[in-house]
């Protein structure tokens, strides 16, 4: 026996409007500053609760892989091993985010995992106490768990709600997979930003400590990057391999989409500080 089918909960992507690294610790971690906000463009979750233990995931990308080391399935087993929930629940996911971007997608999919399986199974667990299973499986994931635009810290755990404009953007999804391991790990990587107050940083031009080093070892992040810069100021999110425009309208982004070359792929989102998730929660 199962119960109807839960849908339409989002997983949103997430842009760095900045990114600075201050260091390296000696557990291999790199303190962080960095600013997140998320866009309107989702993954798609449905869920059912079933009666028995098992967790099934079904999904529209032949290349998310259905096993027990999938983020999305690791985050429901985590919620049914902290609170002891004695049913499981199956899972549908449409993948719409570009994969390895930079754009959070697996992150945001685990967090809207826990937050609808906590809702969905009755298990009454905080937001708080929600992020601290998720930081277990991602540094991301506390910031879709929350569900605010936030300046972090730490490795990205300490998060501090704030407001940025909420500006359209256009987002360019390069054909190249960064890994964010890779980069962390690359000497060349800066690793010596002075740590600053949120309000300097929030008023002085916004930069991405990773892109000099990704732009020089992949020419498509490079090639997309120089094409929208000659549109709006533009920045790569996270380690890559996703680039972003800033544009004041909605109009003015799509503009600049219907010029982008036919070898490139690129959507507009629109800039927002409350998640879509905490929209659908707040939800009768």
């Excluded at 391991?181 to 309000?199: C, H, M, S, Y």
């Excluded at 680039?243 to 219907?258: H, I, P």
Aim: with cysteine; charged share 15%.
């Amino acid at each position: 026996m199962s119960q109807e089918i839960s849908r339409n909960w989002p997983a949103p992507a997430k842009l760095n409007l900045f990114l600075h690294i201050n260091g390296r610790r000696s557990d291999g971690y790199h303190e962080l500053q960095t600013l997140f906000q998320f866009v309107d463009c989702c993954d798609q979750l449905d869920f059912r609760v079933t009666y028995t233990p098992e967790l099934i995931l079904h999904s529209n990308m032949s290349n998310v892989v259905a096993d027990s080391d999938n983020l999305i399935l690791r985050a429901a087993k985590s919620l049914q091993q902290s609170t002891g929930y004695p049913g499981g629940a199956e899972i549908w996911l449409d993948k719409r985010l570009p994969m390895g971007g930079g754009l959070g997608g697996g992150s945001s999919d685990a967090a809207t995992t826990l937050v609808a399986l906590n809702q969905l199974w009755n298990t009454q667990l905080s937001h708080d106490q929600l992020a601290a299973i998720g930081l277990k499986l991602g540094a991301d994931i506390p910031v879709f768990i929350h569900g605010f635009a936030a300046f972090a810290e730490g490795v990205g755990e300490r998060l501090q709600t704030v407001n940025p404009a909420e500006l359209w953007y256009l987002i360019i999804a390069p054909d190249a997979h960064v890994s964010t391991t890779a980069v962390f790990q690359d000497p060349q990587l800066p690793r010596n930003t002075p740590k600053l107050g949120i309000d300097t940083l929030l008023s002085q031009p916004w930069r991405n400590d990773c892109q000099e080093l990704v732009v020089s070892k992949y020419p498509q992040v490079a090639k997309a990057l120089g094409w929208l810069l000659e549109y709006a100021p533009s920045r790569m999110t996270g380690t890559g391999a996703c680039v972003f425009g800033e544009f004041s309208s909605q109009q003015q982004a799509l503009a600049a989409l219907a010029k982008l070359p036919s070898d490139m792929q690129g959507f507009v989102a629109k800039g927002m500080n409350i998640s879509p998730l905490i929209v659908r929660l707040n939800r009768p």
